[in-house]
T-cell receptor, first 114, second 114 residues
Framework: AQSVTQLDSHVSVSEGTPVLLRCNYSSSYSPSLFWYVQHPNKGLQLLLKYTSAATLVKGINGFEAEFKKSETSFHLTKPSAHMSDAAEYFCVVSEPTSGYALNFGKGTSLLVTP | NAGVTQTPKFQVLKTGQSMTLQCAQDMNHNSMYWYRQDPGMGLRLIYYSASEGTTDKGEVPNGYNVSRLNKREFSLRLESAAPSQTSVYFC?????????????FGEGSRLTVL
């Protein structure tokens, strides 16, 4: 069975400082992993995806994530936070045994302070 | 580009009433989905339609029905609304197989059942 755990429900950073949003996954097979972002009162938007190619994945708006199989992690990072990064972020896993259904984490709310 | 359009954006129902949430996409996508989002729960799949003419249950289908009216439209019906169905509902579509994780979301429909 597949699942994801987002280790922090809320993260607060100052503008210009690094962002780290943590995600651990559980999967019986080689999973596909994704990060989605949801700005207030908006739908979700795909930020980046890992599908067994390069372990370091670059996404939109300067975000990137590294797939670490030994640690079963897929943490999202950004070198310098911008005010517009304030949003809800979801880690998502998909694997063949579940018909490739997307399994969403519970989300991490990122607050960026001036 | 309109993308995925949901109507209505807000709705208040009384217990036992029925209603239909409408969803339309203009991207010529084959697959469409209905999710519900509850605080601290992430997104949970209600129903999906892999292609025109087919529908399948997701993780939480009880109390809901769906219709894939044509390639563009995928509606979600609550036959007898219950307070437990108070949620934000998201429609999504994908051009490629769901395993790619590349879903395009509408802006959501906020439903309150009293």
């Amino acid at each position: 069975a597949q699942s994801v755990t987002q280790l922090d429900s809320h993260v607060s950073v100052s503008e210009g400082t690094p962002v780290l949003l943590r995600c651990n996954y559980s999967s019986s097979y080689s999973p596909s992993l994704f990060w989605y972002v949801q700005h207030p009162n908006k739908g979700l938007q795909l930020l980046l995806k890992y599908t067994s190619a390069a372990t370091l994945v670059k996404g939109i708006n300067g975000f990137e994530a590294e797939f670490k199989k030994s640690e079963t992690s897929f943490h999202l990072t950004k070198p310098s936070a911008h005010m517009s990064d304030a949003a809800e972020y979801f880690c998502v896993v998909s694997e063949p045994t579940s018909g490739y259904a997307l399994n969403f984490g519970k989300g991490t709310s990122l607050l960026v302070t001036p | 580009n309109a993308g995925v359009t949901q109507t209505p954006k807000f709705q208040v129902l009384k217990t036992g009433q029925s209603m239909t949430l409408q969803c339309a996409q203009d991207m010529n996508h084959n697959s469409m989905y209905w999710y519900r989002q509850d605080p601290g729960m992430g997104l949970r799949l209600i129903y999906y339609s892999a292609s025109e003419g087919t529908t399948d249950k997701g993780e939480v289908p009880n109390g809901y029905n769906v219709s894939r009216l044509n390639k563009r439209e995928f509606s979600l019906r609550l036959e007898s609304a219950a307070p437990s169905q108070t949620s934000v509902y998201f429609c999504a579509s994908s051009r490629l197989a769901v395993s790619t994780g590349e879903l395009f979301f509408g802006e959501g429909s906020r439903l309150t059942v009293l």
